[in-house]
């Protein structure tokens, strides 16, 4: 049986960004610009039990879900 695609966890983009050329301090910097709105919603995305596309969307727009492994970082 095939999967039905949900839309969940896919957002539009209105552009194409380029984030290749983001060190790991400036993707430290948005991580942490990041954190108090991720707060304010956690208890909703503990609710849902899903990644809120409010903040999928955020973590998007600042480049974070793009960076891939080599900006990994232990103490995030």
């Known amino acids: 049986m095939a999967a039905t695609f949900t839309g969940i966890g896919t957002l539009p983009q209105s552009q194409r960004r380029d984030f290749s050329n983001v060190s790991c301090d400036e993707a430290m910097r948005r991580t942490r610009d990041c954190v108090p709105e991720l707060r304010e919603r956690a208890q909703a995305s503990e609710d849902a039990r899903v990644l809120l596309r409010e903040n999928e969307q955020l973590m998007h727009e600042q480049g974070l879900f793009?960076?891939?492994g080599?900006?990994?970082h232990p103490t995030l």
């Open 70 to 72: 080599q900006h990994a």
């Open 66 to 68: 793009a960076l891939g």
